[in-house]
């Protein structure tokens, strides 16, 4: 069970947006492995993906069609990633965009294809094509909750959130499912995030906002260091609600934070159900010359195996996050001048262990399941905070066995 998982939550509908959901058993009999969002005509999209030089072939063919066109629809499915297979994978991505143009009267080019699972296999296009009549016919509203299940993979929770703003005394819905437990690390990292909003935006102010957002939330998770192949984030934007969202207006800031404060939930959501995972980990770093920096000590830490496994055997081995901040790279790194703390436990001051600091107090930090790593580096102004979470003996266990 994910850290500090409270269950799903009763996510709102967003009008103009439809979401079918159906059994093609690409991976296993009887399990929803396909999602169809439909979007309305008046609809706006914006899209990130991974930077993996390796990505799959619906990145590709995805990327593609949303430079050209608006999109309607976006085709997920699970069992399969389509990823390293080449011409072939490329060709079967198109297959199925086409097939379901056919079935809803579209261009193909108006169709995002998205997949996650397996890498190196040939996707089952036959499979798919074959539920595409159950996935139209089973189009609502009110399916968000069939949709999060829907995505799933080594995941072991559904995720996903909603808010409601007010801008100009109008109702904003924003709502927000992703999957992803493992291969998370920045860069867009296997996970896949769709989210939507009955506001108005044109697909340039999307895109920007979407940007940004993802910039404090998917790109500052880490699980295991590892930036799928497949990875993607869409935001939608029906304008069903008749508010337009225009740049330097207090409904754009307010907008935004909710489009921030979602985007980081949904992010926090991958990392408490990271794949074995039994801790949630904060990396504050504060004090650095700049953002880059921080974000590098923050990794470094969060990265490291070490340090992750003594989180989840509980054990205060300080010396591993002090190791971490003194191979982060930085120049000129005054190490006295650096103050390492686990929660409000100051581990590390004056280049050594802090002279308050005692196993005991260690250890009862340790023993928590959500502990913030935080470091002063004392030499700027600039800080970051990155999410991650240990490894346990789960973690080795689920990708080992991952194909079998």
Known sequence: MAVGYAGLPK?????????????????????????????????????????????????????????????????????NANAGTGRAGLDDAQACCEALAKRVECDAREILPFSTGVIGEPLPVAKITAAIPELVRSLSEDNWENAAYGIMTTDTVPKGTTRQIQIDGQNITLTGISKGSGMIRPDMGTMLSFVATDARLDAGLLKECL???????????????????NDACVLVASGHSGVSIEKGTAGYQRFVEALNELLIELAQLIVRDGEGATKFISVEVNGGRDEGECSQVAYTIA????????????????????AAVGRAGLDSLDMEAVSIYLDEV???????????????????????????????LARGESHTTVWTCDFSYDYVKINAEYRT
């Open 11 to 79: 996510l709102m509908v967003v009008p103009g947006v439809r979401i079918g959901v159906a059994c093609a058993g690409i991976k296993k009999a009887e399990k929803r492995d396909l999602v169809l969002f439909e979007l309305a005509q008046s609809s706006t999209a914006a899209a990130v993906f991974t930077r993996n030089a390796f990505c799959a072939a619906p990145v590709i063919v995805a990327r593609e069609h949303l430079e050209e066109r608006s999109p309607r629809y976006l085709l997920i499915n699970t069992g």
């Open 211 to 229: 940007g940004r957002a993802v910039g404090t939330s998917f790109n500052r998770i880490t699980v295991d260091g590892d930036t799928s192949t």
């Open 346 to 376: 100051c581990i590390v001051s004056n280049g050594g262990r802090d002279k308050l600091y005692s196993e005991e107090r260690g250890q009862a930090v340790m023993q928590r399941d959500e502990i913030t790593i935080r470091v002063e």
């Open 303 to 322: 990265h490291s195996p070490l340090v992750k496994t003594a989180l989840f055997a509980s054990d205060p081995n300080w010396g591993r996050i002090l």
